[in-house]
């Protein structure tokens, strides 16, 4: 459940409620100092100094305003919602929904909204709050900024080469975080003396594994943990998620390890690159259908996923094995190779492209360049997709011309 929590907090009620119910308490200690310490005469200059008629005015106005722009920002969230799932792909918008731009502008409306009736209601007669009514004014003017900044952001998420480079610069930060060396082997993790099996207690996709979490309890229980699923995953109920090999505690341990695979009924992005590549892949798939026929999007989702492979194609990717801190293997946690990576991203493409010239002149053109940068081993995964993109070609009738171009471009494969 800490998963969903995580989703909660980031979406569109936690943030936004945080903030609003911040500047709401903020106005109890303002309206206190400005009790406990009067401002005697009119010491304050012209542009603070006000009367207490227009101070009930003017937060009557702040506070309405407020909240009729938090509708109108929530109603303009709802259209781009609709346009992004229409014309990218639906599954973007969690990604939207955890836009902090969108979280800030939300909070800061209600905030203001709140704190601005709490200074009105305790504004009267005998009590005027000039500071408390000043820093309405400021956030009715930070207010008015932000919202700007809010419509410049919402222009971009319908911009579909904006959306593809954000997805993909975060697919490149999970893909990255498979490149760090653990210095262990599969043959130093003793995998035989697992006998405890940690069941699934209900259905759902694998959004995150805790791969810290589980260290630290193998080692407390100098064992060995073996994790059975990875993220992305969709597991039944009762299969098994681990296994381990618990000597004592079994019942505790077991639960600790079920804590930390988290299973939620639809699929995250938060640490699941399977789940990023195919938001690229379904925004390219889309453009490549005869209703769309948008093929230079194709090509940008194409180009992205490449700039997300450079660094798996040549510096290679980590094993399965995790290390403690004494350096011992403790835990196996089943990822992604570099095979795995190239064909989820690849052969959909291919498949998707077939009669279309310029895409599969455009794949050959990211093959050429991630073999121009890839290591010995993928080399050859390269090259063979390379030789499986002209046979798709040869496939789709081309011209002999474009043929003979495509075959001069990917002349490692044919060579190979």
């Known amino acids: 459940m800490r998963m969903k929590s995580l989703v909660t907090l980031n979406g569109l009620l936690g943030v936004p409620g945080a903030i609003a119910i911040g500047l709401w308490v903020l106005a109890i200690p303002l309206v206190w100092l400005d009790a406990r310490f009067p401002i005697v005469g009119d010491p304050l200059p012209f542009w603070l100094a006000i009367s207490t008629d227009t101070a009930r005015s003017l937060l009557a106005t702040i506070a309405t305003a407020a909240i009729t722009t938090l509708g109108l920002v929530y109603s303009i969230m709802l259209v781009v919602f609709t346009l992004a799932a229409g014309n990218i792909a639906p599954r973007l918008l969690q990604r939207f929904s955890r836009d902090r731009v969108n979280q800030i502008t939300a909070g800061l409306l209600g905030g203001t909204f709140l704190y601005s009736l709490s200074i009105l209601r ?14 309405a004014f400021l956030l009715a003017a930070i207010s008015v900024l932000q919202v700007i900044h809010f419509v410049h952001s919402v222009s971009q998420s319908v911009t579909i080469d904006a959306e593809v480079a954000t997805i993909s610069e975060q697919l490149e930060r999970q893909i990255n975080r498979l490149l760090v ?3 262990a082997d599969t043959e130093d993790f003793k995998e035989e003396s697992l006998e405890t099996a940690i069941k699934a207690e209900r259905s759902g996709y694998v959004t ?14 100098e064992t060995y943990i073996s994790v059975q699923v990875a993220p992305g995953d969709f597991v ?13 505690d079994k019942e505790k341990a077991s639960g600790s390890v079920s804590r930390a695979i988290s299973l939620e009924p639809y699929r995250g992005a938060v640490d699941d690159i399977r789940f990023s590549i195919r ?33 798996p194609v040549s510096e290679g990717l980590r094993g399965d094995v995790r290390c403690d801190e004494d350096g011992v293997a403790r835990l196996k946690v089943p990822g992604l190779s570099l095979n795995d990576l190239l064909n989820m991203s690849l052969h959909p493409l291919r498949q998707a492209a077939r009669g279309n010239v310029m895409m599969l002149d455009h794949l050959g053109v990211v093959l050429n360049s991630l073999y121009s940068v890839a290591g010995p081993d993928a080399r050859k995964l390269i090259a063979a997709h390379g030789k499986v993109l002209l046979e798709t070609a040869s496939a789709g009738d081309p011209l002999s011309s474009d043929l003979d171009f495509l075959h001069r471009r990917l002349d490692f494969a044919v060579d190979d």
């Open 279 to 311: 938001i690229l892949l379904e925004i390219a798939l889309r453009a490549l259908s005869p209703g769309v026929n948008d093929s230079f999007t194709a090509i940008a989702c194409a180009d992205r996923i490449a700039a997300a492979l450079v660094k």
């Open 236 to 248: 039944l109920s009762g299969q098994t998620l681990a296994m381990a090999g618990f000597s004592e």
């Open 208 to 221: 995150l594994i805790d791969e810290a979490a589980l260290l630290k309890l193998a080692r407390q229980h």
């Open 181 to 183: 060396e653990t210095g």
């Open 122 to 135: 305790a504004t009267g007669p005998d009590f005027r709050p000039e500071m408390s009514v000043a820093l």
